[in-house]
């Protein structure tokens, strides 16, 4: 396989990479949104976890002893309906747990920098960036739409530093292809 076929359609990835950073302007913008298609992911995989696992006891080779696995499947699936029937239910409660996730890392760092005080003179930097994630859990927590917006501004920023790799990766791909091209040019002038 020639090395230049791995370098050749760097231009595909840069479209890639300039359609992820529009994907992360719109992910932006949109919170609510955001939050909805989340919801409803989780609910579907949810749901999709207890159908598997009811095939998967039903046509197990074992014996059916265990019926607790099967009830428990169940559970799994009526707790996937009931979130895709109640689908503000489920955003609020993945507004509630974000929130509660944020909160329990602001209070980390907050404790962490306290303690090491002493051993480092920028433990307030540490100490700040905990308060600021407290803040920003409490509010997620409770008000569904600052939990919506800071969700969305977490993913867009992925998704940007992500567009933003790929537009890298592509303009390395085609500066390695030039330099290729140019290897060859040389070669076929001596």
Do not use: H
């Not at 300039?18 to 955001?34: C, G, R």
């Not at 159908?51 to 428990?72: C, H, N, P, T, Y």
């Not at 540490?126 to 739409?145: M, Q, R």
């Not at 501004?153 to 292809?177: D, H, N, R, S």
């Amino acid at each position: 396989m020639k090395i230049s076929l791995l370098f050749r359609n760097w231009w595909g990835i840069l479209l890639q990479g300039i359609l992820m950073i529009i994907l992360s302007y719109v992910i932006f913008n949109n919170p609510e949104a955001v939050l909805a298609s989340l919801a409803l992911y989780i609910a579907l995989i949810v749901i999709a976890t207890g159908v598997i696992g009811m095939i998967a006891w039903f046509i197990s080779s074992r014996e059916k002893d265990d019926i607790s696995m099967l009830f428990g499947n169940i559970a799994i699936f009526i707790i996937g309906l009931i979130m895709l029937s109640k689908m503000f239910l489920t955003m609020a409660a993945i507004a509630f747990v974000f929130g509660l996730l944020v909160s329990i890392v602001g209070l980390l760092l907050i404790s962490v920098s306290w303690g090491d005080r002493k051993k480092w003179s920028l433990w307030w930097l540490i100490a700040l960036l905990g308060a600021s994630a407290l803040i920003t859990g409490i509010k997620s927590i409770v008000d569904i739409y600052s939990g919506a917006q800071n969700i969305s501004t977490l993913i867009a920023i992925a998704v940007f530093l992500a567009g933003m790799g790929l537009i890298f990766l592509a303009l390395l791909k085609k500066k390695i292809l030039n330099e290729i091209g140019t290897g060859r040019n040389r070669g076929k002038a001596a």
